[in-house]
T-cell receptor
Framework: DTGVSQNPRHKITKRGQNVTFRCDPI?????LYWYRQTLGQGPEFLTYFQNEAQLEKSRLLSDRFSAERPKGSFSTLEIQRTEQGDSAMYLC???????????FGPGTRLLVL | AQTVTQSQPEMSVQEAETVTLSCTYD???????LFWYKQPPSRQMILVIRQEAYKQQNATENRFSVNFQKAAKSFSLKISDSQLGDAAMYFC????????FGTGTSLTVIP
């Protein structure tokens, strides 16, 4: 296993369009996290899963955002009706338990025009 | 509310010298973990060092060590014998029931 992977790496979309990102965690990790990072800032927590259960959601995760992890393996993050303020790097991380080290993927950079 | 504060947006160090990056935090949880992550330009975030709050002994990883002062809620990172490859953004992070990162410190290593 080569680590956490994310696809696509870059996405350019027009305002109002829907986008979906995918994250494949390290295979033996049961926890998966999504973060958003804007330029010059640290990652901001969005949500996390333990297996297929979504256990925590940040207030940053508006109704336009939804995340799933249907079989406890890969996860998807969908943003509906994108806005220019959604432009950011979306990071995925996985860990083996709640307090385990989180291993990050390379991120998906979203640009909303 | 939990917060992580990195008060040094930018730091620089001469190659082979030592530099200390500061981090303070606030949490109401009794069981938590602290991390330093490194994010090189256009590359993914990687773990530098980790500290369990219940451990009094400061963590060390080769040239990287921390000064963990639990009562003061301080968690600084010391990089010894700085190398050019240490140049990156460094983020302090706090995890417990929630997950918080600081705003980062950009470290420049001067040859």
């Amino acid at each position: 296993d080569t680590g956490v992977s994310q696809n696509p790496r870059h996405k350019i979309t027009k305002r109002g369009q829907n986008v979906t990102f995918r994250c494949d965690p390290i295979s033996e990790h049961n926890r998966l996290y999504w973060y958003r990072q804007t330029l010059g800032q640290g990652p901001e927590f969005l949500t996390y899963f333990q297996n297929e259960a979504q256990l925590e959601k940040s207030r940053l995760l508006s109704d336009r955002f939804s995340a799933e992890r249907p079989k406890g393996s890969f996860s998807t993050l969908e943003i509906q009706r994108t806005e220019q303020g959604d432009s950011a790097m979306y990071l995925c991380a996985s860990s083996s338990d709640l307090v385990g080290t989180q291993y990050f993927g390379p991120g998906t950079r979203l640009l909303v025009l | 509310a939990q917060t992580v504060t990195q008060s040094q947006p930018e730091m620089s160090v001469q190659e082979a010298e030592t530099v200390t990056l500061s981090c303070t935090y606030d949490t109401s949880e009794s069981d938590y973990y602290l991390f330093w992550y490194k994010q090189p330009p256009s590359r993914q975030m990687i773990l530098v060092i980790r500290q369990e709050a219940y451990k009094q002994q400061n963590a060390t990883e080769n040239r990287f060590s921390v000064n963990f002062q639990k009562a003061a809620k301080s968690f600084s990172l010391k990089i010894s014998d700085s190398q050019l490859g240490d140049a990156a953004m460094y983020f302090c992070a706090l995890t417990g029931n929630q997950f918080y990162f600081g705003t980062g410190t950009s470290l420049t290593v001067i040859p």
